[in-house]
């Protein structure tokens, strides 16, 4: 890896982890305060919603986001045409849905969702505005500034939250939260990427752009589909209080396995694409990309499943317990998930949508096989996630037979990058685990097993030699 190229991944590397690790500390300090006030039902309501905005969110970004980072050379016409493009299709959605609330409503069996939905989904049309800005700096690698954009469009949102949800105002302070931080991001997104608008426009780009980013676009809606199928399934086969539960399990999960996708998707594509053609040295930046990757997925993910109940009774009340069994299957699932961003981004920089397309929807097809043949056989939520999860962690095989016709890496070079981090991330769950067995005051256990498995995890890697650690600590301490 270049010196050059080493300095801007390692410093959106850090950047990345700042971002990600700051948002998920302040989602789960805001997700605790809520949880404490409201109920499944609440959350259950907006879960229902969840998978409608996701995939409108997809529809008004079409792909052109992805297209444009690809770019080896994008002009302001680019990005003008993708920024009218994106407004003009996110109102069009945006009525569509409108006018869509009371069959949303009626198919889950909620009357109060034809107003929350209508009110909910302003949040992605507003959230299209940022699309673009969010590019540019996407796009130079710019995750100093997303962090500092990021973090206080939470701290805002989620005070709005706060307040609404205790003067009794329950899933309409949860989806104004949603609406609060996409005007934010929006308003602070325009600030720092300095670009603006002309009304001077022509769609030739989007034409161009077009074969790659349409497949980025059914890509990305399966995408959302895949990792939303339970709340839209579970909201028509259950009630809204086990939606609800489902939801609170993979609120958790999904927060720590952003921590890590995050420093990995702000950094992987534009790497990938900057290094271009040379097949050698983009083996060398993505083994040390997938090593670092596994580095911190494992433990953290691992960790997570570790103290799942105690951390749930300990932050958000008993009430909450069933949903701790849930998570902690979803953790293991979680921990393969930014692995899988890895992978599919050296796929899409390397130009192959249709791969990247093609892999997604066999993936969601199996995920929603499996759910509806555990159902069909009498299973219960439980044995869905544990479908789920198998599908997941199997898939990432596949993903590596693709990313092998590409770059040539062999799959056993992957076992060797990734193996060791698996072991030792298990072997130190499991030491934790029994070694601290004999606690019984939750918050004491809680804390107690969160500083042992780290000491563990570092100490075992200390003492094995690892280098991605040492590399890690060296540069931290450069910084400083």
Known sequence: ???????????????????????????????IVLARKLDQGDYGLIGMLTIFTLVANSLQDSGFVTALTNKREATRQDYNAVFWFNISVSFLLYILLFLCAPLIALF?????????????????????????????????????EL????????????????????????????????????L??????????GWKPSFQFTFTPIREMFPF????????????VNNNIFSLVLGKIYTKVEVGTYTQANKWNTMGANTITGMVQGVAQPAFVEVGDDLERLRRVFSKMLRFTCFVSFPLMFGLSLVAPEFIVTLIKEKWLPSAHLMQILCIGGAFL???????????SRGKSDIYMWNIIAQGCAILGSILMVYGLGGNITYMVIAYVAIVILWTGIWHRFLYQEIRYPFFSAIKDILPFLLIASATMVI?????????????????????AAVLYIGLLWLLGAKILKECIGYLLKRK
């Open 184 to 193: 934010m991001v929006s308003i602070i997104s325009w600030v720092f990427s």
């Open 432 to 452: 934790t685990y029994f070694a601290t067995s004999w606690i019984e005051n939750l918050p004491i256990l809680l804390l107690v097993r969160i500083l042992l």
């Open 213 to 224: 980013s349409c497949k980025m676009l059914i890509t990305s809606i399966f995408n959302q």
């Open 1 to 31: 890896m270049s010196t050059d190229l080493k300095s801007k991944t390692a410093q959106g590397f850090l950047w990345g982890a700042l971002n990600s690790g700051a948002m998920q500390v302040l989602n789960a300090v805001f997700g």
């Open 147 to 182: 962090a500092i954009m990021a973090i206080i469009s939470l701290l805002v949102s989620g005070t709005v939250g706060i307040v609404m949800a205790y003067n009794g105002m329950a899933f309409w302070g949860l989806a104004t939260q949603t609406i609060t931080f996409n």
């Open 108 to 144: 889950f069996k909620e009357p109060i969702l034809t107003d929350l939905s209508r009110y909910y989904f302003i949040s992605f049309f507003i959230a299209s505005f940022s699309i673009v800005p969010r590019a540019i700096l996407f796009r130079l690698m710019k995750q100093r």
């Open 338 to 348: 930014p692995i899988a961003t890895l992978y599919f981004n050296l796929i899409i």
